[in-house]
């Protein structure tokens, strides 16, 4: 008997930008060089040249780099469907990973693109801001057991920010606990720790100033019914109304992103095949660690879809 095909797209989040990402899309479709233009024209600046030309320092900012990712990933979605056949693989799932959940409301038709571009340039604008009111910071924290960081992260008022992976975990909080933290899972067996270089303690109970401030702005937006089930950072459970992404887009900057759990129930439901939609391949190697049975694919620019529909 032959195994059913279950597809999810995944949308990465902060971390896997770099400078050029996107030309590439911006040059050889039409519908992805409508999607820069249309971020550009919401924002009210070039978005674009930002991802095309950098410079790093300005890309990085976190206030530019989330809806920077946010387009590269629409922008490949729009490539995706000017050219589709019907070949493409339909989703079962859609999740992105803290800022890529922005992404998958959109891929979802909860909330139309300018729409989202727009709520991801605030929530960037909002953690940053949170960020410089209360400086904090993250570190990865590979080969230690989540219980016993968990205990660590208790002792020294942080917080486990992403349950990535077996073995790989990000704590977060102000930046002389996430130090205490860090040396204190060192001498705990943690194989290694690594700072990340983020602009604020995210998903963890600094971003509250960011929580408040968002809630304010995602109350005056109309949010769909999701057209294709939305895997929830927070609970690794489906959202499938608009009052659950409402809270969800909440709870997410002040909790932590179980995407460890997120892929695990996606598995169990029958998703053997993850495509990772954008920037980089962070989460196609985060996939890889969680289990390595399943099929991965990545489209991050142009020459993948043109080898994806044999245009080459």
Known sequence: MTETKKTAWIFPGQGSQSVGMGLDLYTAFPSAKAIFEKADEKLGFSLSRICFEGPEEILTQTINTQPALLTVSY???AAIKEIDNGSFDKPSYVCGHSLGEYTALAAAEV??????VF???ERGRLMQE???MSPGAMAAVMGMDEDKLSVLCEQTSTVI???NTPGQLVISGRKDNVAKASEM???HGASRVVPLQVS?????PLMKPARDRLSAIIASIKFREPAIPIIANTTAQPLTSSEQ???ELLDQLCNGVQWQRSIEYMINNGVNHFIEIGSGKVLTGLVKRIDRQVNLQNITGAADIKKLFNLE
Do not use: M
């Open 75 to 77: 922008a490949c979605l």
């Open 111 to 116: 909330i139309d693109f300018p729409t989202a």
């Open 119 to 121: 709520l991801a340039r």
């Open 130 to 132: 949170a960020g410089q």
């Open 161 to 163: 920010a992403n349950y």
């Open 185 to 187: 899972a060192k001498e």
């Open 200 to 204: 604020g303690a995210f998903h963890s």
């Open 245 to 247: 992404i409402i809270n």
